[in-house]
Every structure is written in C-alpha cells, then in structure tokens.
C-alpha cells in the first residue's frame, strides 16, 4: 500500500513562441484522463504548461508527493518540453512513474517506451488504462501486465495486448470545475463572447492516409449520447456563463440523427450558443433540408472542412474519400441554408506537381466565389508519422527521426521540408494573398475600417487582386512585393 494520492498530469508547451493561437484552449486531454481519477478520490494535479509561465518547477514541486506523472503530447514542440519536464522531476532525484499518452506516443509506443524518461506509454484511449495504473501504484502493485501499455524493461520492449475502446459514455463528465483558473480558458472569437472547446466524440470513421484518426482508433467512432451533450453543455453555461462552443472532435457529424437530436432539444431548452464543428464534406450533400434549419437555429456558426486538396488524384492518394466537386457541392449546401463554411486546405504533400497545386488553388477559388469571400485557410503539408504520406515523405528526403529526442527536434509546422524552399513557399503565400484580397471576407474588411490607411491599403489590394483573380494572370507580381512592403512598413 502506498500512502500518497496525488497524480501530476502534464499538458506540455505546443509551441516554442509564446503561444501557438490568438486563444487559449483547455487541454482536454489530461482533463478526459483527470475524470475517472477525480471520481475514484485521487488528488490530481493538472498542470497546462501553456498557460502556466513557471510549470516546470510547478511539475517538479507536486512530484515530490505523487504515485505518478501522467504527460500528454502530440508529435511536435510538446515532446520537447516533456522530455524537459521528465528531465527536471529526475534531476530532483525523484524516481516516481512517468507515463506518457496522448496521439504522439500512441503511434509509436515501442521507440516511445524506449527513452530513458519514458515508464510506460498508454496507448490510444487513456481513461481507464491510466486509473487501472493509478491503482496499482496506489496498492504498491505492479502494473506491467495491464493492458493497453507499452514499457520497456531491461533493454527489453513489451507492448501488452490492446485495451478494448470503452463507451465514452461510461466515464464520468471532464471535470471543468476542477481546472485551476478556469475563466483563463474563455475566449472571445465568432461564435460568441465566452468561448470554450468541448469534445462530443472520439476517433474518425474515415481513413485520410496523413491523418492519426485511423491509426490511433482503427476508424472507429465513439460519441456522446445527445443527453450526455446537453447535460454537458448545461453545466458548462452554469459554471463559467459559457455562450459559444468549439467542438475538437475530428468529426462531429457523423450521425445526422445525433447531431439533428443535439440541436433540437438545444432550441428546446432555449440554449444560447454559438458553435462550430467539424465536417467532411460530402457528409453534407446528404443532410434533409430541416436538419440545417435545426443546426441553424441552434446556433451552429460554421461547419468546418479538412478539404485537404482541390486535386482528384492527391485526394485519391490520401484515401480522403472525397472530390473535389463534394468540396464545392458543400459551400453551396452550407450557403443555401445560410451556414458559413470553413476549410483548410493543405499544398506541398510529398510529389504533389505544380499541376495539382494550381487545380487546389482553383478550387479555394470556386468555394470563394459561391460563399462570397475567401474562407479557407491554407497550411504546408507537415508530416506526422505511421501513415503511407509520411513513408512517401522519406523516400523524397524526409529525414525520419529514429528517437523520442529525434522527435522533440522535428518540425511539423514551418513546411520546412527537404521539396519546399522559399520560392515555393512565397508563391503559395502570394497566391492565397490575392484570394485573400481578391474575395474579402468580413474579418478583413472589419480591419479595414479601423484606420484610413488600413482601408486604403485594403481598396488598393482588393481592387488589384480580383482583376487579377478576374483574369486568371498570377505572372509579375510588383503588386504583391509593394503591398507586402506597405503592410510591413
Ligand atoms: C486541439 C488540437 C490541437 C491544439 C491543441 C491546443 C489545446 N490546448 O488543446 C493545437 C492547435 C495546439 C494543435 C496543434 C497541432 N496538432 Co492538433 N489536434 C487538436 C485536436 C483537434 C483536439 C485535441 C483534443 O482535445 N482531443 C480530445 C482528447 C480528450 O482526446 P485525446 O487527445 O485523444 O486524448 C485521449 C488519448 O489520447 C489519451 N491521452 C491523451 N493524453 C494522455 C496523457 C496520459 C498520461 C494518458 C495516460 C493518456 C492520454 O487519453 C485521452 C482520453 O481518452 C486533435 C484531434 C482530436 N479530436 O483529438 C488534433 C491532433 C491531436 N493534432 C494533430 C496534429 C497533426 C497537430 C499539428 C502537428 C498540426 C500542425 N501541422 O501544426 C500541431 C502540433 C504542433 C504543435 N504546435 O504542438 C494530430 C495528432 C498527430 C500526432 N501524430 O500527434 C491530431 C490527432 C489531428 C489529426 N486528426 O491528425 N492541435
Ligand atoms: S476525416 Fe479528418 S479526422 Fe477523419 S481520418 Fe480524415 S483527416 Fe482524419
């Protein structure tokens, strides 16, 4: 029997600047793994690197009592600075468990499990594999033989069977009000005044060939009942005045029923919120007519689209399971019901031709022109591992890092890769620079009338750029370089 209570979860730093977004999102990771430990009467300690400017001493002060670490992190900036955090707890001379989970380490636990800072990895859904080793360590009870981790012992590498997925349902609500500071995680954005994110489902049925989804939970798709939302959504209203959601599930409308059933007894119970969630884009084409009007009047802002490309055979290497005509069919669904849409779309995937680039920047065109202004976003294709892409990437001289340390220095958002170079990246900026001004959205023309010259600027680029989108000539691009200096100056 072991006398202390305490579990220390750690949600690392995502980004090497200060901050990653203009906002601030509750990590919901460690507080969907806080739930059944909070339930169970542990003391838990959540600490958000992201929000806490002294958390490495925080996480070595509150280890000097605890049964274990719990760290989350994606591929990326987080391994960094968990290896930092293990680092220091051991350099303290603390000797306590550290136990890694989250998508990064579900990928690949084997090489995970093998760094020296690494105990076990949980892999995939963490909720009961972590209390299940929670208790052991609380019993002074060896933990090696439960299922669902990856350890190595010895110079041996042991990964224990599976653990089946359980019925999110089963576990107990994520604990908000147990968050320290809580307010620290409103924002105020489009879909309302005091915005915070929420999860309704895990996992994805698709099978996108860049994506974690299928790898970390095999297609399948776990979601709250629309009771357990509402009920959810009801405490969040009542606990921090919350008025607008962002749903970080990887895909929210699945069932049309569930989300149908959402909305409804949300504008039955006269709910107040602005939302936005995200969809595949063929998902909608299928929708009846009065499951938008519902959507709508329960507030839904946007839906929101991994488009991905606006090339036929990208898409089909990715295995995204879509056209590019669903692409355009969905801003005009969205449109005609008066729902606005968001994609993202992705250029430099591994020997993606000029060719196919041109026909995506065609088709962010086609969706600007039917919603009326650009609503895309665009990012550099970045590679995260497990998936055919990220094989394809190394075969074109992506170095594939071969350690956890390896990975804390890998880059997954400059598009730093070994076929992009800075006059591929200043022509994709430049092209999304003429949508941008080219088709305005209301964002840009809000900033535009914040000052004469804000708006001058903006009359001269967006006159510029729609007679160039008007004509199709993206040669010579003197107006770019003057607009770029002015904006700069
Ligand atoms: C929000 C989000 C972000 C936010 C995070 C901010 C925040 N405070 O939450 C930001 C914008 C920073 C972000 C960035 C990136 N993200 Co992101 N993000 C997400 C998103 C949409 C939601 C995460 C979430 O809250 N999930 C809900 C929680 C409850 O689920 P969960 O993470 O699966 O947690 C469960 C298990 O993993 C496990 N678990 C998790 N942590 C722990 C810890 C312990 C100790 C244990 C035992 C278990 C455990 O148990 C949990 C409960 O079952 C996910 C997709 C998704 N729906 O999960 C992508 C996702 C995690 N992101 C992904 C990617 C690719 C990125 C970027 C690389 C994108 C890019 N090119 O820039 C960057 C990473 C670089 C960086 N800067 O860190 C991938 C992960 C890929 C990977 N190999 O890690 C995902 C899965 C998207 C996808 N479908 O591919 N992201
Ligand atoms: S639809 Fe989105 S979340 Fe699902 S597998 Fe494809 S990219 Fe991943």
């Known amino acids: 029997m072991n006398k202390k209570n305490r579990v220390v979860l750690l949600y690392p730093r995502n980004h090497f600047k200060k901050s990653y977004h203009p906002w601030t999102w509750v990590p919901l990771p460690t507080l969907a793994v806080s739930a059944p430990l909070f339930a169970e009467g542990y003391d838990v300690v959540m600490i958000d690197a992201n929000v806490e400017p002294d958390w490495e001493r925080r996480v070595v002060d509150e280890c000097r009592d605890a049964l274990v670490l719990g760290i989350s ?5 987080q391994i960094h600075f968990a290896l930092e955090a293990a680092a220091a707890v051991r350099g303290a001379g603390l000797d306590l468990p550290i136990i890694w989970g989250g ?189 938008f ?14 488009a991905e490309s606006g090339s036929e055979s990208q898409l089909g290497t990715m295995q995204k399971d879509i056209t590019p005509e669903d692409i355009v069919e969905a801003a005009r669904v ?52 497990g998936n055919a892409l990220f094989d394809r990437a190394v075969e074109l001289g992506l170095n594939s890092p071969g350690s956890l340390e390896e990975w804390a220095q890998f880059s997954t958002v400059s598009g730093d890769l070994p076929w992009m170079d800075d006059r591929f990246r200043n022509r994709q900026k430049q092209r999304e620079f003429y949508l941008v001004y080219g088709y305005p959205s209301e964002w840009v023309r809000r900033r535009a009338a914040r000052s004469t010259a804000r708006k001058l600027y903006v009359n001269v680029a967006s006159a510029l750029s729609s007679a160039r989108c008007r004509y199709h000539y993206w040669g010579l691009p003197l107006d770019w370089w003057l607009l770029r200096g002015m904006r700069s100056a």
Not at 293 to 306: C, E, P, R, T
Not at 378 to 385: I, N
Request: aromatic share 12%.
């Open 103 to 291: 998508y990064h380490p579900s990928i690949l636990p084997e090489q995970t499990s093998r760094n020296q800072y690494v105990d076990a990895v949980v892999r995939g859904q963490g909720e009961l594999t972590l209390l299940e080793l929670v208790n052991r360590l609380s019993q002074g009870e060896d933990f090696t033989d439960i299922e669902g981790i990856t350890f190595t012992r010895d110079g041996e590498t042991v990964s224990n069977p599976d653990r089946r997925v359980a019925d999110i349902n089963t576990f107990p609500r994520l604990p908000y009000d147990r968050i320290e500071r809580p307010e620290r995680y409103l924002n105020n954005m489009h879909v309302g005044s005091r915005v915070i994110n929420y999860v309704s489902s895990q996992g994805c049925p698709a099978r996108c060939q860049f994506c974690a989804e299928p790898l970390v939970y095999r297609r399948r798709w776990k979601a709250y009942t629309p009771d357990r939302v509402l009920s959810d959504l009801e405490f969040l209203e009542s606990l921090l005045g919350v008025n607008g959601i962002m749903y970080f599930d990887s895909t929210y409308f699945v069932n049309e029923r569930r989300a149908r059933e959402i909305s409804q007894k949300m504008v039955e119970r006269g709910m107040k919120f602005g939302w936005a969630a995200n969809a595949r884009a063929p998902q909608l084409g299928k929708f009846a007519d009065d499951t």
């Open 293 to 306: 009007d519902v959507l709508k009047a329960s507030g839904l802002w946007a839906f929101l689209v991994g």
């Open 73 to 77: 992190c994606m591929t990326g900036p």
């Open 334 to 385: 969205a449109t005609r019901h008066g729902i606005k849409i968001s994609y993202s779309f992705i250029v430099g995937f591994p020997g993606e031709t000029d060719s196919e680039i041109e026909e995506t920047w065609d088709v962010m065109e086609r969706v600007s022109q039917v919603v009326g202004e650009y609503n895309s976003q665009l990012h550099f294709y970045a590679p995260t591992p």
